[in-house]
């Protein structure tokens, strides 16, 4: 059986002082009957590895470069995340592709970058609004993950998937828990196929996941957890998802 796993994905927010109240309260709430994990802001990783240190909470980034190293200014290797202690690295946020013009194909070399240091890239994978209004979503989202299941071949069994409908992403709209386990049968199918080991893998659900949501979608038999954005930062509402 799969462990559910919930992970927050803080984005651009943070302050030290914040950082450390939530944390500790995370901490207070323990335990939970699932696996936590919070992927923070390059500048409070060090810090966040430090108040976690010897929990079971687990920590990471939100991106990850493809480079092992060299003249690259501004970016972070998966070596450099993975001395840090970093379990996870965010890799395709929706954010990603349409800010900074990732493609599938720089996902997937993030992905293999990542694994190849020991670190667990959370694959991304979701559809616009114009995208399911067209009926396009399971293309979309298969063509994203096929990518990088070419890329990594063998190892692509060893990552976590989060479908994250960009509809439904700091909107307040979430997909149907009947619409978002729809999604993850067929990723999960798609998984199973090219790796064998699809049962076994988590995918978890990013799109406006709240305490009176969360519960509900986490039932769904394809649902694993949930990639929390905005809700992750109050850690009464984060608490609430991890206990749904």
């Not at 609004?129 to 994203?144: P, S």
Request: proline fraction near 2%; include cysteine; charged fraction near 20%.
């Amino acid at each position: 059986m799969r462990n559910k796993l919930v992970v927050g994905n803080w984005k651009m927010h943070g302050a030290r002082a914040a950082n450390a109240e939530l944390l500790s309260a995370l901490l207070a709430a323990r335990p939970f009957a699932l696996d936590v994990a919070v992927c923070v802001p390059f500048v409070y990783i060090h810090e966040t590895a430090a108040t976690l240190a010897g929990s079971d909470l687990r920590w990471g980034a939100q991106d990850v470069s493809q480079h092992e190293q060299g003249a690259y200014t501004g970016e972070v290797s998966a070596a450099m995340l993975a001395e840090a202690g970093c379990r996870y690295a965010i890799v395709g946020h929706s954010e990603r592709r349409a800010y900074h013009g990732e493609s599938d194909q720089l996902v997937a070399d993030k992905a293999q970058a990542a694994l190849a240091k020991g670190v667990t890239p959370i694959v991304c994978v979701g559809e616009t609004l114009a995208q399911r209004d067209a009926d396009e979503t399971e293309a979309v989202v298969k063509r994203q993950l096929s990518v990088v299941i070419h890329q990594l071949a063998h190892c692509a069994s060893e990552i976590v998937v989060a479908y994250e409908p960009v509809w439904a992403i700091g909107t307040g709209r979430t997909a149907s828990p009947e619409q978002a386990q729809a999604v993850h049968h067929v990723l999960r199918a798609q998984l199973h196929a090219a790796t064998g080991h699809g049962d076994k893998m988590k995918i978890l659900y990013g799109g406006s996941v709240k305490a009176d949501n969360a519960k509900t979608l986490f039932a769904q038999p394809d649902i694993d957890g949930g990639l929390i954005g905005g809700a992750s930062l109050k850690a009464v509402d984060f608490i609430a998802i991890c206990r749904a």
